[in-house]
């Protein structure tokens, strides 16, 4: 009896068991099932997600890709005053807290609105304000601790403009290595405000005028053109996408549909596109010249372009087989290397629709210097201007700036295939090589019209000799 009972209890326990591994089981499968089927989701909304995209780029961190750099903090963080969201409230930027709060008051006094006029714009379009950055920099704050951050970093900037422009800083008793490290923070990735924002201030002050002049001013002498202001055709997304617009003139601003079909026809420096493929079967991304000394020896001579944009590169002939290369000026000084590497992060950030022009200039400007005497050339040529030391140290910029960049092949494609061509035909570069070697110097032409001289008088002597001897 004792062992049916047990055999019954054991028969129950095993059924029991079983059914609740198959509905275990069957639970399992229901929620792999349901996983999968949201896996399969994400990646059929991804494309449309993808169109979506905001029509400007917003404001966000510096890519993964360049976060690995050695000397990040130098280069991306800012080093006297942290402006937006990303580096607001470190310990080490409290001391520009409080020249924020001297500027900002400065600000609401010269604008002639009480501040509360001032904020309340600022707290009604927080929404639109909030839209302009990346949702993971902005999520630690509520609407009201966005809007007062906003506020006082916009009043400061554009006072801290004006100030510069108009040369006032010593009545704010604000010191020179605060001002000239403020200027580099102003150009961060990592520390822009929205246009708008400083727009809408401008907007609400009396010296809306002079604030708008004072921008252009101030940025102008980052573009090598301390004479000329900065004319804004259309509303930049922050102070660093104005710099590279400025930078590149009208090629800064993105395509429009007559653009895009204008390259597709023909090409981003309007080549047909049969010549594109002819270019193409002759390895256009190949070069075979190392630097500005191999281009010199060549018959190539550096000439400084006759504007300031970047773009203006061009590969000109001048007579026989001599050519040459104009570049646009460019100084070079401690502000030059962050810079340059926050607006090549602000064209990799992946929501910007840009042709790289930037990081094609840098790539370019790259290839031609090696090493110091490169760079003596280009001061000679009076292109490069020299404010950051040794001319080692300004080759050693470039070559760490240029280092991994994957530029636009399109870009001075023209320009590279016909250094290449004139540089790839032995009978011009030897005779170019000859003038260099021998004639470089005017002592070494007079000496060598000394010797024809010599020869020619030598002759007319012989001749004569000969003659009268007859």
Not at 234 to 253: A, F
Not at 280 to 302: C, F, M, P, T
Not at 344 to 360: G, H, P, Q, R, V
Request: one cysteine or more.
């Amino acid at each position: 009896m004792e062992s049916c009972l047990s055999n019954a209890v054991t028969r129950e326990v095993c059924e029991t068991s079983r059914g609740a591994t198959e509905e275990a089981q069957v639970h399992s499968i229901s929620i792999e099932t349901s996983t999968l089927e949201a896996r399969f989701e994400t990646v059929k909304k991804a494309r449309e997600n993808a169109k979506n995209h905001s029509p400007s780029p917003k404001i966000q961190k510096v890519i993964f890709l360049l976060r690995d750099e050695k000397n990040f903090q130098k280069y991306y963080e800012p080093r006297v005053v942290s402006l937006g969201p990303i580096h607001h409230g470190k310990e080490k930027y409290q001391l520009g807290e409080g020249y924020k709060r001297v500027l900002t008051s400065e600000f609401v006094n010269g604008s002639g609105k009480e501040i509360k006029d001032l904020y309340n714009k600022i707290e009604e379009n927080i929404k639109e304000l909030r839209e302009c950055f990346e949702e993971e920099v902005t999520k630690k704050y509520d609407d009201e601790a966005l809007a007062w951050l906003l506020f006082v970093d916009g009043c400061a900037i554009l006072q801290y403009i004006y100030c510069a422009a108009n040369d006032l800083f010593k009545q704010l008793d604000i010191k020179t290595d605060s001002v000239t490290f403020g200027q580099q923070d102003l150009f961060l990735l990592e520390n822009q405000l929205p246009y708008r924002l400083l727009k809408w201030l401008m907007g609400l002050s009396k010296m809306e005028k002079e604030l708008r002049v004072s921008i252009e001013t101030f940025v102008a002498p980052h573009c090598m053109d301390k004479e000329k202001r900065i004319s804004m055709d259309k509303e930049p997304v922050h102070l660093l996408d104005l710099l590279r617009t400025s930078l590149l003139g009208c090629h800064g601003q993105p395509p429009d549909a007559r653009q895009k079909q204008k390259k597709k026809d023909q090409g981003c420096h309007g080549q047909p596109r049969d010549a594109r493929q002819k270019q193409k079967k002759k390895d256009q991304g190949w070069q075979s010249y190392r630097n500005v000394q191999e281009l010199e020896a060549a018959g190539i001579h550096l000439k400084r372009g006759s504007n300031i944009y970047l773009h203006n590169i061009s590969f000109r002939r001048k007579f026989l087989f001599f050519r040459h290369l104009y570049l646009p000026p460019i100084t070079v000084d401690d502000s030059t290397r962050p810079k340059f590497m926050n607006l090549i992060a602000y064209e990799m950030c992946l929501d910007f629709k840009n042709d790289f022009e930037i990081t094609s200039y840098i790539s370019f400007l790259d290839s031609l210097i090696d090493e110091a005497n490169d760079v003596k050339m280009l001061r000679k040529a009076r292109i490069l201007h020299n404010f950051l030391g040794s001319d080692e140290e300004v080759a050693k910029l470039f070559n760490k700036i240029g280092k991994d960049l994957v530029p636009n092949p399109d870009i001075y494609q023209d320009v590279k295939i016909k250094i290449q061509e004139f540089y790839d035909c032995k009978c011009t570069t030897w005779m170019a090589q000859f003038v260099h070697d021998h004639f470089s110097s005017p002592w070494m032409i007079l000496a060598f019209c000394g010797v024809l001289l010599g020869l020619g008088l030598t002759a007319a002597q012989t001749w004569f000799a000969v003659k009268s001897s007859q």
